[in-house]
């Protein structure tokens, strides 16, 4: 069972720097004690890679205009700092559900925590570690973790190490959502090694 979601106590501490919403260090490593920190990527690589950053693991179609943004507004140092450069350079759309710091804030904890390189290596060490009859659940809470499973499942199965137990997501009921917003993102695959 691997359950993607960041923990709701990591992301309610300002001191960890995951959360736009409140005034914190701008750090996001889920160890605090090694790696390179969100403040040390902004304020360090250049505006090109920045902008594939957050395109690729953000999935954010304005990442250009935020990079320039963010360049030019050198040094950063807070969360607050950091979404009040974002805001100013992409306003939020109307259509918009979501802040529009939400994007750059998700890749950059992706890059700093190298989040789908782990996810890459458990879902190539699955089919070699699951014993016949042994199953596979993982819960993910964006496209980018759903598509890298669904991904793997399904090629899995081609390759005969896997029967697919769910041929689409599961996802959080209308009820589960109300009780638990934070579940409304979550969606669960699983596969059984053959």
């Known amino acids: 069972m691997v359950d993607l979601g960041v923990s709701s106590l990591q992301l309610s501490d300002p ?46 179609r304005r990442s250009r205009r935020i990079a320039r943004a963010i360049v030019r507004s050198r040094p950063i140092r807070t969360t607050k700092q950091l979404v009040e450069v974002i805001s100013a350079a992409v306003r939020s759309m109307k259509h918009e559900r979501i ?32 014993k016949p009859g042994g199953r596979l659940v993982v819960i993910s809470f964006h496209s980018l973790e759903d598509r890298m499973v669904k991904d793997a499942l399904r090629d899995g199965a081609k390759q005969g190490w896997y029967r697919l137990l769910t041929k689409k ?22 596969a059984e090694k053959v």
Request: charged share 30%; glycine share 4%; hydrophobic share 40%.
């Open 15 to 60: 001191a960890r720097g995951f959360s736009f919403q409140a005034e914190g260090p701008l750090d996001m490593r889920m160890n605090p004690m090694s790696g390179e920190t969100a403040e040390q990527v902004v304020n360090h690589i250049d505006e090109r890679e920045l902008a594939d950053v957050i395109y690729e693991f953000g999935e954010e």
């Open 169 to 190: 997501p599961v996802t959080a009921s209308e009820e589960e959502i109300d009780r638990n917003p934070r579940s409304r993102s979550a969606k669960m695959r699983a």
């Open 99 to 130: 802040h529009p710091a939400t994007r750059t804030f998700q890749a950059l904890r992706i890059f700093v925590n190298r989040e789908l390189d782990d996810l890459q290596a458990l879902l190539e060490a699955a089919p070699r570690v699951l």
